[in-house]
T-cell receptor
């Protein structure tokens, strides 16, 4: 158990809909990352927050947005969903100190758009 | 930003044999991390290498960071079926943690 909690584990929704994925980081970790992993693909970086502020953005679509709340949990919002958005979405947290940047991943949310 | 390239993309190994997977960058890396993702699972942090020429071992896994800090390798000896999965290298760049494409390992019993 990494200590990172993601909900829901599975999500099936129709094209055009909007969903929210939730992530609770490990206790004490200030940094949260979101990654997308399509079938048999690598980990595509979407966005990163540090202590409530957006710090880095990857190739995240305009239809996608995220935020990190004061209690450090994060949400990834996906709207106007398309079939191609079907993927595993991982959240990871990190202490993100000078000496410790390793990421701890949640179990992921498997999104299926039909 | 910094990107890391991993080779090979796929590695089919006979049980009991050794193999090595490589992670290369065109720029100097501050550190390199390795993760393992089992089929159907999530990436799990294995190790972080920081120093030039650093070598670390975890049982049958040996991790090495190149002298120029531009490449890294993971060597597995006496491969077992439990080694099946995808091995990723990753490097932090500012606030982004960039992953290589991974080496997917299958094992023939």
């Amino acid at each position: 158990d990494s200590g990172v909690t993601q909900t829901p584990k599975h999500l099936i929704t129709a094209t055009g809909q909007r969903v929210t994925l939730r992530c609770s980081p490990r206790s004490g970790d200030l940094s949260v990352y979101w990654y997308q992993q399509s079938l048999d693909q690598g980990l595509q970086f979407l966005i990163q927050y540090y202590n409530g502020e957006e710090r880095a953005k990857g190739n995240i679509l305009e239809r996608f947005s995220a935020q990190q709340f004061p209690d450090l949990h994060s949400e990834l919002n996906l709207s106007s969903l398309e079939l191609g958005d079907s993927a595993l979405y991982f959240c990871a947290s990190s202490p993100h100190t000078d000496k410790s940047t390793e990421a701890f991943f949640g179990q992921g949310t498997r999104l299926t758009v039909v | 930003g910094q990107q890391v390239m991993q080779i090979p993309q796929y590695q089919h190994v006979q049980e009991g044999e050794d193999f090595t997977t490589y992670c290369n960058s065109s720029t100097t890396l501050s550190n390199i991390q390795w993760y393992k993702q089992r089929p159907g699972g999530h990436p799990v942090f294995l190790i972080q290498l920081v120093k030039s020429g650093e070598v670390k071992k975890q049982k049958r896994l040996t991790f090495q960071f190149g002298e120029a800090k531009k490449n890294s390798s993971l060597h597995i000896t006496a491969t077992q079926t439990t080694d099946v999965g995808t091995y990723f290298c990753a490097t932090p760049n500012d606030y982004k943690l960039s992953f290589g494409a991974g080496t997917t390992v299958t094992v023939r019993a």
